[in-house]
């Protein structure tokens, strides 16, 4: 069966901006685990929602005809073809791509073999070891079914990035953790404080998760968190008293 290409995926991923195309969802496409799924809008085979006869398999799994939706949505739309038009359905598309999309990152790449693996029906149950797929030096295969307990999949970060490396990872946690720290404490805070969301702002700055990003990209997105810790009250008064607010990549790594 014909299927999307890579290029195709990396472009229509910038442009969901990581997020659900549906209306009113915030859900990430991909975060840690894969939570997104991609929706051909007229369907990928004869008897799908919405498939149209007379068009193209080019057409069919082209840009156009394509959509980035949670799990649950993606359900929601096939489920109800009826409510969800091809007119709905594209609409949906362009005024999310306008409001969320971004350019292309180099790291797109990635999210969208991701997207493309889970399309072509890989199905992973009951499975608690690790699983290489399409990668060199291991058995390929063009479908793999595997067994795990457990409720999602983690995604490993990839050779050259951020996450692949402990000692990188172990830093970045750790700034994470301090201005986590440092800004959850103010007093001053109107709003309830969301630890999660700093990792969000550093996916929002840099085009994608922080574990996956280039290790080329470590020393500015150390500095974007080190700026962060500054300007929280806490370390603004501890610097007025002589007291630093983090260490050193290098003092953290040995210690």
């Given at each position: 069966m014909a299927k999307p290409t890579d290029k195709t995926i990396k472009r229509l991923f910038a442009l969901s901006g990581n997020i659900c195309a549906?209306?009113?969802?915030?859900?990430?496409?991909?975060?840690?685990?894969?939570?997104?799924?991609?929706?051909?809008?007229?369907?990928?085979?004869?008897?799908?929602p919405r498939y149209d006869p007379s068009q193209s398999d080019k057409d069919r799994n082209g840009f156009g005809n394509l959509l980035l939706l949670c799990g649950h949505h993606h359900k929601i739309i096939d489920g109800e073809p009826r409510l969800y038009t091809v007119d709905v359905l594209r609409d949906i598309k362009a005024i999310h791509e306008s409001a969320a999309?971004?350019?292309?990152?180099?790291?797109?790449?990635?999210?969208?073999?991701?997207?493309?693996?889970?399309?072509?029906?890989?199905?992973?149950?009951?499975?608690?070891?690790?699983?290489?797929?399409?990668?060199?030096?291991?058995?390929q295969a063009h479908q793999v079914h595997v067994s795990t307990n457990r409720r999602s999949i983690s995604i490993n970060a990839p050779p050259g990035t951020?996450?692949?490396?402990?000692?990188?990872?172990?830093y970045?946690?750790?700034?994470?953790?301090?201005?986590?720290?440092f800004a959850s404490a103010d007093r001053m805070r109107t709003?309830?404080?969301?630890?999660?969301?700093?990792?969000k702002n550093i996916e929002s700055n840099f085009g994608a998760p922080w574990r996956l990003l280039p290790t080329d990209?470590?020393?500015?997105?150390c500095e974007y968190l080190q700026q962060r810790i500054k300007r929280t009250v806490i370390a603004k008064s501890n610097a007025a008293n002589g007291m630093r607010a983090y260490s050193t990549y290098m003092e953290f790594n040995t210690r």
């Amino acid at each position: 069966m014909a299927k999307p290409t890579d290029k195709t995926i990396k472009r229509l991923f910038a442009l969901s901006g990581n997020i659900c195309a549906f209306s009113g969802c915030t859900l990430p496409i991909v975060e840690g685990t894969v939570t997104g799924e991609i929706c051909h809008i007229t369907a990928r085979s004869p008897g799908g929602p919405r498939y149209d006869p007379s068009q193209s398999d080019k057409d069919r799994n082209g840009f156009g005809n394509l959509l980035l939706l949670c799990g649950h949505h993606h359900k929601i739309i096939d489920g109800e073809p009826r409510l969800y038009t091809v007119d709905v359905l594209r609409d949906i598309k362009a005024i999310h791509e306008s409001a969320a999309g971004r350019a292309e990152q180099p790291t797109d790449l990635i999210f969208a073999k991701i997207l493309l693996n889970d399309l072509n029906g890989i199905t992973i149950n009951q499975n608690s070891g690790n699983i290489a797929i399409n990668s060199p030096g291991t058995i390929q295969a063009h479908q793999v079914h595997v067994s795990t307990n457990r409720r999602s999949i983690s995604i490993n970060a990839p050779p050259g990035t951020i996450g692949s490396d402990q000692e990188t990872t172990r830093y970045v946690k750790y700034l994470i953790d301090r201005y986590n720290k440092f800004a959850s404490a103010d007093r001053m805070r109107t709003s309830k404080f969301s630890y999660g969301a700093i990792s969000k702002n550093i996916e929002s700055n840099f085009g994608a998760p922080w574990r996956l990003l280039p290790t080329d990209k470590f020393d500015a997105v150390c500095e974007y968190l080190q700026q962060r810790i500054k300007r929280t009250v806490i370390a603004k008064s501890n610097a007025a008293n002589g007291m630093r607010a983090y260490s050193t990549y290098m003092e953290f790594n040995t210690r």
